[in-house]
C-alpha cells in the first residue's frame, strides 16, 4: 500500500514543484536547474561511489562485515537514479542520501529493523558447522566430490549451424 501511494504522490509532487517553480522563475531557469541538479548529481554519485566501493574493498581484505559499506554502496546508487530523474522532489531526496551523516542515520534506522541470524566470514567460517546425520564437522571439508563424462567432439558440419533451418 506505501509503495502504491509513493507512485502516485511523487509524480504529482513534482509536477506541482514544476508549475510552482515555473511559474516563479520562468520555463528556460526551470530546465537549466534540472540539467544542473543531474550533471552535479553525476559527479556527485561517482565520487561518493568511489570512496565506498574503497570502504568495501577494505572491509573484505580485513575480513570484517561488508553489511555497512554495501549499505552505503546501495543507498548511493538508490541517490544516483533520483538524482537523474527529472524533479525537484528527487532531486532533494537525492542529495540528501549522498550526505554520509544522512546515510549513516537511514542505515542505523534499517539495521534496527532487520535481524542477522548469523554471519561468517574468512577462513575457518566452516568449521564448526555439522552436516545432516553426523555430530561433528566434516573431516574432508576441503574436498570436493565430482563425477565426470568425456564428451567427444562431433564431426565439423558443412553448411548452416543446424540451430536454423
Known amino acids: 500500500m506505501y509503495l502504491f501511494l509513493a507512485f502516485l504522490m511523487v509524480p504529482i509532487l513534482e509536477i506541482a514543484l514544476f508549475i510552482q517553480v515555473g ?5 528556460w531557469p526551470t530546465l537549466a536547474i534540472v540539467v544542473m541538479t543531474a550533471v552535479l548529481g553525476t559527479w556527485l554519485v561517482r565520487t561518493q561511489g568511489r570512496l565506498a ?39 532533494a531526496v537525492g542529495f540528501a542520501l549522498l550526505v554520509p551523516k544522512i546515510r549513516m542515520g537511514v542505515y542505523r534506522y534499517i539495521r534496527s529493523k532487520v535481524t542477522v541470524a548469523q554471519f561468517q566470514m574468512g577462513p575457518g ?5 555439522t552436516y545432516p546425520g553426523q555430530n561433528s564437522p566434516r573431516p574432508d571439508a576441503d574436498v570436493i566430490d565430482g ?19
Do not use: C
Open 23 to 27: 511559474g516563479t522563475i520562468g520555463l
Open 53 to 91: 566501493m574503497g570502504q568495501l574493498r577494505n572491509s573484505f581484505q580485513q575480513l570484517n562485515d561488508p553489511t555497512e559499506p554495501l549499505a552505503h554502496g546501495a543507498m548511493i546508487l538508490f541517490a544516483g537514479a533520483l538524482l537523474l530523474t527529472p524533479g525537484f522532489f528527487t532531486d
Open 147 to 165: 563425477d565426470y563424462e568425456e564428451v567427444k567432439p562431433e564431426q565439423p558440419r558443412k553448411g548452416p549451424s543446424g540451430w536454423v533451418k
Open 125 to 129: 567460517a566452516m568449521h564448526g558447522r
